[in-house]
Each structure stands twice: as C-alpha cells, then as structure tokens.
C-alpha cells in the first residue's frame, strides 16, 4: 500500500522560510516522478514543483522560481521542498504526489496523493 506523508508546515510571517518533507512508502521511490502541489482557500489545485528520478531536471511554477527549492533523497525516500521569502498568496494545503511518468504539470499524471499540510503565511 502506497504512502505518502507531508509534513513541516505552520505558521510563518511573510519572507520566512519553512521546509516540507513527504516520506513515502509502498512504492520504488527511486522510479517514481514526485511532485508538490497546493490548494489555496478557495481556489483549484496547482502545480508548485516536480522532480523526476534524475534529480538535475526539476519543474517550478513561475510563481514560485527563485523562492522554493525541490529535492529528494532516494536513500530515504522522502522529497523535500524549501520554501523562502515566503508570501501571503503562498498559503494553502500543500500536498506531495508520486507518479510514474507523464507532464509533470497535469495533475492527472499522479496516481498517488497525501493527506496535505497547511501553510499559512501571515502579512
């Protein structure tokens, strides 16, 4: 059974930082494409950033390019994603997902989701 679970997110004043990890479980880690999303009140479902098996090739939202790092540890089948100079627009249930291949902008490429974690950037 596939697992994935975010955690690290809170409360933090703009232009703070905060790092999210997801670990998973149940699936070859390594093969997979991972990827962050969030969902901000009210509003659909995006894209923040992906990783594939190679780590030198990522996938960044415009909105997010310069401020927020993804990474992943194999060995430790988690991914990361660093977040600085935080905004209040960046508030939302952030939320890993794992999937085989595909664009890693289209959501429906992921088959697996977590539960999410909330961020909340106060002004």
């Known amino acids: 059974q596939v697992q994935l679970v975010e955690s690290g997110g809170g409360l933090v004043q703009a232009g703070g930082s905060l790092r999210l990890s997801c670990a998973a479980s149940g699936l070859t880690f390594g093969s997979y494409l991972m990827g962050w999303y969030r969902q901000p009140p009210g509003k659909e479902r995006e894209i923040v950033a992906a990783?594939?098996?190679?780590?030198?090739?990522?996938y960044y939202a415009d909105s997010v390019k310069g401020r927020f790092t993804i990474s992943r540890d194999n060995a430790k089948n988690t991914v990361y994603l660093q977040m600085t100079s935080l905004k209040p627009e960046d508030t939302a249930v952030y939320y890993c997902?794992?999937?085989?291949?595909?664009?890693?902008?289209?959501?429906?490429?992921?088959?697996?989701w977590g539960q999410g974690t909330q961020v909340l950037v106060s002004s």
């Open positions: 997902a794992a999937a085989r291949g595909g664009d890693p902008s289209n959501k429906r490429s992921y088959g697996y």
């Open positions: 990783i594939p098996w190679n780590p030198n090739i990522t």
